[in-house]
């Protein structure tokens, strides 16, 4: 793809950053809508994030995405954040503006919603109430979401049970925190199960999590996406659940910041689902 000399920049920082597949997203895009410009990683260590992400702005960039380490110090380093950012903790999508000022903002919740809306046709997160696993980020964005958009009740379980505290108390609204070992239990009822833990990724341990209370009409999703059909669900599938798979949340999460910086708001299809799905992992 060539760029000219007016091509509006963007891409991602992290730390190792070799293993993302937002320039693999974000170039599909920029080659479907024929757009002058280009989305790059961005290999920042966490020593020399604050002088990177404040250069953005006069190095001419559109924006970046922010990855793990540095989501919540992309915080502290803006000059605004929505809302929403400010009370999940941490900023995934950085808007370059006019002015040479920092806008952060928060998209995995929203990645999260509409990868279930496109996944599970009729999917209400005021359904009923939802089962959430695991209290890091990635649980923050999620319950944050869930919240936002109606559901009435969230269970919160996490091994480390003062983080799910933490999290129920910083983020308000109706959260129920639930002993790890009780987990289980908390099925009972419920119209939504998401993993957020790391559990069941390749390398990790599998997630033990009996799924016997959950009623089968309840929609299982897990934000692990290699591998794509995780152990949770793959048994959730088996025993008649509608399951989401999580790739789509990574795929969603990435169409704000693209309109924001290239002036389209972009689409998921299938063909974008194999094409990142392609890459092999480093
Ligand atoms: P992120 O912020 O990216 O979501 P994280 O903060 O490392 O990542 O969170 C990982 C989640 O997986 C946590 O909820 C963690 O539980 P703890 O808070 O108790 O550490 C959970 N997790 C990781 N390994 C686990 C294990 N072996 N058993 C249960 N939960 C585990």
Known sequence: MMVSGKARIAGVMGWPVKHSRSPRLHGWWLEEHGIDGAYIPLPVRPED?????????KLGFAGANVTVPHKEAALRACDE???????????NTLVCRDDGTLYGDNTDGFGFLENLRAGCRGWQADAGPAV?????????????????????EVRLSNRTRAR?????????????VVDWDSRAEALDGAGLLVNTTTLGM?????????????PRGALVTDIVYAPL???LLARAEARGNPVVDGLGMLLHQGRPGFEAWFGV????????R?????EPAA
């Open 202 to 214: 390749e390398g990790a341990p599998p997630l033990d999590m009996p799924l016997d209370p959950l």
């Open 81 to 91: 954040v929505s809302d929403l950012a400010g009370r999940i903790g941490a900023v």
């Open 164 to 176: 799910a505290e933490d999290l129920a108390n910083g983020l308000g609204g109706a959260v129920t």
């Open 265 to 272: 708001f972009p689409e998921v299809t299938d063909d974008l």
């Open 132 to 152: 959430v696993l695991g209290a890091g980020g990635a649980a923050r964005a999620v319950v944050a979401a869930l919240h936002d958009a109606g559901c009435p």
């Open 229 to 231: 059909v995780t152990d």
């Open 274 to 278: 194999q094409f990142v799905l392609g």
């Open 49 to 57: 994030f604050e002088a990177a992400v404040r250069a953005l702005p």
